[in-house]
């Protein structure tokens, strides 16, 4: 008899048969508890050593020995005449079938039993409260969807931020399709550990679906297994494991499948570009893409420490691979929120922006980041028609990146679209509702339209979910200001100067805040360490405490200064106000003459929150030297721009002033101060009101004024160490 026919009457072909199938089910069951109880990777590798080991003993037993009805006996004992291998065979036939029964069984509710169902019902989304909170979609309903954390289920806590990473490009994948809605990765994260169910989850996001699952990473095997849950129902529209060696490749792969098996479960549809789009792959490189990972994580913190480690890590991304486009986007996009959050001089941004975006789009052109960037770049050197071009861009080709419609709505509130900024800035936030910077951008539009509780309700609501976030902290710093609050500004400014401790602008605010209050000798002190700490970053901070001292010859030299250094609109109407500080109205002219030549001439001028100041400075300087008629033309239209506004606020005290209209400087002085005006209120000690000081009402008012001033100092010391939340 030839081996063949031996191994074949002793059954071991049958035993090796039975024992591979078994072991394969038996993988699949100890891998499923190990995932859920987040065991150590060791356990399942040595357990398959344990099977492998086991399959050539199994073999050997199976050859060497055989099954009677008086038990197991080795193979030679036995005689020929009465073996029972054949029934034996039988059996093992009978068992194979079985096994393969359950592992059949098995695989099909694996794969094909949480597909989607075509009659699968989507979930409304969440309706507006009275602030505003959660905007409403004013647009026809999208399909909807959330993708939460992924869990780590590696046994390792350094792969959590993989993890992260894995999550954080499939949504920068899926706001790449216009027929879906997708939350943001901001509003997301605060679910990573959730005990909240998903219908909860859903009706908080607004959102009909969600998307679970978890990574798990195994030397050089990578497993990711997610699931797409009807949120209405609870029950999975589709589900998939993929397994796969860990490389870039089949990151992104995997990213780009899961992406069009959500267009397809939610009955979206993709373009053609959106297709394209998809299989792009931002990088080949594992470490340049953990660097970018970092970079996201801590540019969201908008602190001045954080945006400087994100920088960092986009460069280390690019150096890694300088052909990783969204790392130049990243770059592009910290530089410009250390000029918003720390301390870069926006000027000083402008050629390492551009050179960025550049290489960004060289290497993606069809990158809805990189038009972002592009168009905040052009708003911050005051090209506002390029900008909202490039916003538009932006958005056609990434419908749900939320930065886009929020720094878009930024651009409108400052040309005084406010009614435009607000519904962009409800799309921005029904994109990413947790997100605190879009909770502070709405707030700060409400205030624009004059809807100050709302703003407020915005901005505590916010401050109750993150508390820790600095930026609500300066905003509530701005609304009590401007609310004339100041003891309250003064207290709020020093908990955003405790917050981010490295942001030498919050503790600039705090030395100013003592200006505002009246007390030279703390704002002198507080200075003195501010600019031992921050001495570039402080440049001429001290212009208002000049004025508050009534050292107006101090100011103008600092000024002069500042505009030398950065020659853009605000430094230039400083200069130009300075000057008439002093009565230096010919350098004031000069000043107009150079940056606004067209307000000497004869055509109209429309007045707009972005050139009320530069108007009414043209409008002063001209009157004052000899132009009345042009410059009577320009300050009416001031006059009439700022009555238009829903608080007037001091610019009508300062033109009826300058033309001396004392009864009209008097009722303005008297609106302002009633509408909450204290900001600069030293400015009315200026030469230029002089004359004014044989007027007992208005002196009367000054004095009030500065008697308000005092009480709010006093306020403050009392009130200090009360807690704000």
Same mark, same amino acid.
């Given at each position: 008899m030839?081996?063949?026919?031996?191994?074949?009457?002793?059954?071991?072909?049958?035993?090796?048969?039975?024992?591979?199938i078994?072991?394969?089910?038996?993988?699949q069951v100890?891998?499923?508890?190990?995932?859920?109880?987040?065991?150590?990777?060791?356990i399942?590798q040595?357990?398959?050593?344990?099977?492998a080991?086991?399959?050539?003993?199994?073999l050997?037993?199976?050859?060497a020995?055989e099954l009677?009805?008086?038990?197991?006996?080795k193979?030679?004992e036995?005689?020929?005449?009465?073996?029972i291998?054949q029934h034996?065979g039988?059996k093992?036939?009978r068992?194979i079938?079985?096994?393969?029964?359950?592992?059949?069984?098995?695989?099909v509710?694996d794969k094909f039993s949480?597909?989607?169902?075509?009659?699968?019902?989507?979930m409304?989304?969440?309706?507006?409260n009275a602030a505003?909170?959660?905007?409403a979609?004013?647009?026809?309903?999208?399909p909807?969807?959330?993708?939460?954390p992924?869990a780590?289920?590696s046994?390792?806590?350094?792969?959590?931020?993989?993890a992260?990473g894995?999550?954080?490009?499939?949504?920068t994948?899926?706001?790449?399709?216009?027929?879906l809605k997708?939350?943001?990765r901001?509003?997301v994260?605060?679910?990573?550990?959730?005990?909240q169910?998903i219908p909860?989850?859903a009706?908080?996001?607004?959102v009909?679906?969600?998307?679970?699952?978890g990574?798990?990473r195994?030397?050089s095997q990578?497993r990711?297994n997610v699931?797409?849950i009807?949120?209405?129902?609870?029950e999975?529209l589709?589900a998939?494991?993929?397994?796969?060696?860990l490389?870039?490749?089949?990151?992104?792969s995997?990213?780009?499948?899961?992406?069009?098996e959500i267009v397809?479960a939610l009955?979206?549809t993709?373009?053609?570009e959106?297709?394209?789009r998809?299989?792009?792959?931002?990088?080949?490189s594992?470490?340049a893409?953990?660097?970018?990972?970092?970079?996201?994580q801590?540019?969201?913190k908008?602190?001045n420490?954080?945006?400087?480690?994100?920088?960092n890590?986009?460069e @280390? #991304? %690019?150096e +890694?691979d300088?052909? /990783? $486009?969204? !790392?130049y986007?990243?770059? *592009?996009?910290? =530089?410009?929120?250390?000029s918003?959050y720390g301390?870069?001089?926006?000027n000083?941004?402008f050629?390492?922006?551009?050179?960025a975006?550049?290489r960004?789009?060289?290497?993606?052109p069809?990158?809805?980041e990189?038009?972002?960037a592009?168009?905040n770049l052009r708003d911050?050197q005051?090209?506002e028609?390029a900008?909202?071009?490039?916003y538009? @861009? #932006? %958005?056609? +080709?990434?419908p749900? /990146? $939320?930065? !886009?419609w929020?720094?878009? *709505?930024?651009? =409108?509130?400052?040309?005084?679209r406010?009614e435009e900024?607000?519904?962009?800035?409800?799309k921005?936030?029904?994109?990413?509702p947790?997100?605190?910077i879009?909770?502070?951008?709405?707030a700060?539009?409400l205030?624009?339209?004059?809807r100050?509780?709302?703003?407020?309700?915005?901005?505590?609501q916010?401050?109750?979910?993150?508390?820790e976030?600095?930026n609500?902290?300066g905003q509530r710093v701005?609304?009590?200001?401007?609310m004339g609050n100041?003891?309250?500004?003064?207290?709020?400014?020093k908990?955003?100067?405790n917050?981010d401790?490295?942001?030498s602008f919050?503790?600039?605010?705090?030395?100013?805040?003592?200006?505002?209050m009246g007390?030279?000798v703390?704002?002198e002190?507080c200075?003195d360490r501010v600019?031992e700490s921050?001495?570039?970053?402080?440049?001429?901070?001290?212009?208002?405490l000049h004025?508050?001292r009534?050292?107006?010859?101090r100011?103008?030299?600092?000024?002069?200064?500042?505009?030398?250094?950065f020659?853009?609109e605000?430094p230039?109407?400083?200069?130009?106000?300075n000057y008439?500080?002093?009565?230096?109205?010919d350098?004031a002219?000069?000043?107009v003459?150079?940056?606004?030549?067209?307000?000497?001439?004869?055509?109209p001028?429309?007045?707009n929150?972005?050139?009320?100041?530069?108007t009414q400075?043209?409008?002063?300087?001209?009157?004052?030297?000899?132009d009345i008629e042009?410059?009577n033309?320009?300050l009416?239209q001031?006059?009439?721009?700022?009555?238009?506004q829903?608080?007037v606020?001091?610019?009508?005290?300062f033109?009826?002033?300058?033309?001396?209209e004392?009864?009209?400087?008097?009722a303005?002085?008297?609106r302002a101060?009633?509408e909450?005006?204290?900001?600069?209120w030293?400015?009315?000690?200026y030469?230029?009101f002089d004359h004014?000081l044989?007027?007992?009402?208005?002196v009367n008012?000054?004095?009030?004024l500065?008697a308000?001033?005092?009480a709010?100092?006093?306020?403050?010391?009392?009130?200090?160490?009360?807690?704000?939340l």
């Open positions: 030839s081996l063949f026919e031996e191994l074949k009457r002793r059954n071991v072909f049958r035993v090796g048969i039975a024992y591979l078994t072991a394969w089910l038996l993988m100890v891998d499923l508890v190990l995932e859920n109880i987040n065991a150590p990777d060791w399942m040595v357990f398959m050593l344990a099977l080991v086991g399959f050539p003993i199994t050997l037993v199976a050859w020995f009677t009805p008086e038990g197991l006996k193979e030679k036995v005689d020929r005449t009465q073996s291998t034996t039988r093992l036939d068992a079938i079985g096994v393969l029964v359950v592992a059949l069984g098995y695989f509710y949480q597909r989607p169902s075509e009659d699968a019902a989507e409304a989304a969440s309706s507006e505003e909170a959660t905007p979609d004013s647009e026809p309903q999208r909807s969807i959330a993708v939460l992924f780590n289920r046994s390792r806590d350094e792969d959590a931020f993989f992260e894995i999550h954080d490009d499939l949504l994948s899926l706001a790449k399709v216009g027929s997708v939350i943001s901001t509003s994260m605060r679910y990573r550990e959730t005990g169910s909860e989850i009706r908080e996001l607004g009909a679906t969600v998307l679970e699952g990574i798990q195994s030397g990578v990711i699931q797409l009807d949120a209405n129902t609870d999975h589709w998939e494991n993929y397994d796969r060696a490389t870039a490749d089949n990151l992104f995997i990213q780009s499948e899961i992406s069009r397809t009955k979206g993709l373009t053609d959106e297709s394209a998809l299989a792009d792959q931002p990088t080949d594992l470490e893409y953990g660097e970018f990972v970092l970079g996201r801590e540019m969201a908008r602190t420490e954080s945006l400087v480690n994100a920088q890590h986009f @280390k #991304a %690019i +890694l300088p052909e /990783y $486009a969204l !790392a986007v990243g770059l *592009a996009d910290s =530089l410009t929120l250390q918003l301390d870069l001089f926006v000083d941004t050629a390492p922006r551009q050179a975006i550049d960004a789009l060289a290497l993606d069809n990158s809805g990189a038009y972002t592009l168009a911050d005051g090209q028609q900008s909202e071009d490039f538009k @861009k #932006a %958005i056609e +080709l990434s749900n /990146y $939320a930065t !886009a929020h720094w878009y *709505a930024l651009l =409108l509130d400052d040309l005084d406010d900024a607000l519904e962009l800035g409800r921005a936030r029904e994109l990413d947790n997100a605190p879009l909770a502070g951008m709405l700060s539009i205030w624009d339209l004059d100050r509780e709302q703003a407020f309700e915005v901005n505590q916010q401050l109750d979910k993150t508390p976030f600095p609500l902290y701005g609304f009590y200001i401007n100041l003891g309250e500004a003064m207290r709020w400014s908990a955003y100067a917050l401790a490295t942001q919050a503790h600039v605010s705090v030395c100013n805040m003592w200006v505002q007390d030279v703390e704002a002190q200075f600019e921050y001495p570039e970053a402080s440049f001429g901070s001290r212009i208002g004025q508050l009534g050292d107006y010859e100011s103008v030299e600092v000024m002069q200064q500042i505009a030398e250094r020659p853009f605000g230039q109407v400083g200069l130009g106000y008439l500080t002093i009565g230096a109205f350098e002219r000069a000043v003459e150079k940056n606004w030549p067209e307000y000497l001439g004869t055509q001028v429309e007045i929150d972005e050139n009320d100041n530069r400075l043209a409008g002063m300087v001209l009157y004052l030297t000899g042009r410059g033309y320009l009416d001031a006059v009439a721009y700022y009555e238009s829903p608080r606020g001091p610019g009508p005290v033109i009826h002033g300058i033309r001396g004392r009864d009209k400087a008097i303005s002085l008297r101060m009633d909450g005006w204290r900001g600069n030293f400015r009315l000690r030469p230029m004014m044989n007027e007992p009402e208005w008012l000054v004095t009030e500065e308000d001033i005092a709010q100092r006093r306020w403050y010391e009392e009130h200090q160490d009360d807690p704000l």
